[in-house]
């Protein structure tokens, strides 16, 4: 299911709880959280920040502009992590895949989508590391990326 460009993403599913001394108060699990079969965790909605764009042979993430503020200091770094939505696999069925053959080649053995790269999971992020070639405005000039064109962007990080 394709999203408006201006549109929320899919609900992201929380798939289990992160269990630390840090995490002390309203942070918690709720009691019995942690066993198999426990009620589904909360559901958080997701924005993208911004959108992949491919063009006359250039690679380019253009920022919403009311985030062009964020960029600042972006253009000193020579890479980034971004974090993006594997928007065409956005279906209950592709979502409800959890075990697949690594690279989609069936010589490889059957592994869970945990232990893989695969675009198909219960929550569809994606995450590369880019070289930043130039920011100008609201666009990151970047080397590549394993996405396609008008691929959501959910985050990125120095």
């Given at each position: 299911m394709r999203h408006s460009e201006r549109g929320i993403l899919n609900l992201l599913q929380s798939l289990g709880w992160l269990l630390s001394p840090l995490l002390l108060g309203p942070s918690s699990p709720p009691a019995g959280a942690e066993q198999a079969g426990a009620a589904?965790?909360?559901?958080?909605r997701v924005f993208p920040i911004g959108w992949v764009r491919?063009?006359?042979?250039?690679t380019s993430i253009v920022i919403e502009p009311r985030f062009h503020d964020a960029l600042l200091g972006v253009e000193g770094l020579s890479h980034l992590w971004v974090l993006y939505w594997f928007d065409r696999n956005d279906t209950p069925e592709q979502r409800a895949i959890l075990q697949v053959h690594p690279r989609a080649d069936p010589a490889n053995p059957v592994r869970g989508v945990f232990a893989t790269r695969a675009p198909v999971r219960p929550n569809l992020i994606a995450l590369s590391r880019v070289r930043v070639l130039a920011v100008r405005d609201n666009v990151i000039e970047i080397d590549a990326i394993d996405a396609f064109p008008d691929t959501p962007v959910l985050d990125l990080k120095p």
């Open positions: 589904p965790g909360p559901e958080y491919k063009q006359a042979g250039r």
